[in-house]
Nanobody, 115 residues
């Protein structure tokens, strides 16, 4: 059973910041592209950002310039720094590890942006 353990969600005011973390087993982290996805109530899960093992990144247009994905190879951890948060960023955020053959998901962490 592969476990991806997310943390860092919470309630924040518009314009605020949060940093999400996801700890991944080492044998997964070193081989898989890591990503963050989110799902708002009544909507489909959508890509937020991905980072490859070579640290090449990709972002959804809605978060470009506000969110930053990064990975710490020493800690087997992927981060999502979220700045200038908007109410429309409210969602459950999921960590994902993906290869050509497999995909693993974390349990999700709630992010709520509200005044």
């Amino acid at each position: 059973q592969v476990q991806l353990v997310e943390s860092g969600g919470g309630l924040v005011q518009p314009g605020g910041s949060l940093r999400l973390s996801c700890v991944v087993p080492g044998y997964i982290f070193s081989r898989y592209t890591m990503g963050w996805y989110r799902q708002a109530p009544g909507k489909e899960r959508e890509l937020v950002a991905t980072i490859t093992t070579a640290s090449s990144t990709n972002y959804a247009d809605s978060v470009k310039g506000r969110f930053t994905i990064s990975r710490d190879n020493a800690k087997n951890t992927v981060y999502l720094q979220m700045n200038s948060l908007k109410p429309e960023d409210t969602a459950v955020y999921y960590c994902n590890a993906a290869s050509v053959a497999r995909s693993y998901w974390g349990q999700g962490t709630q992010v709520t942006v509200s005044s």
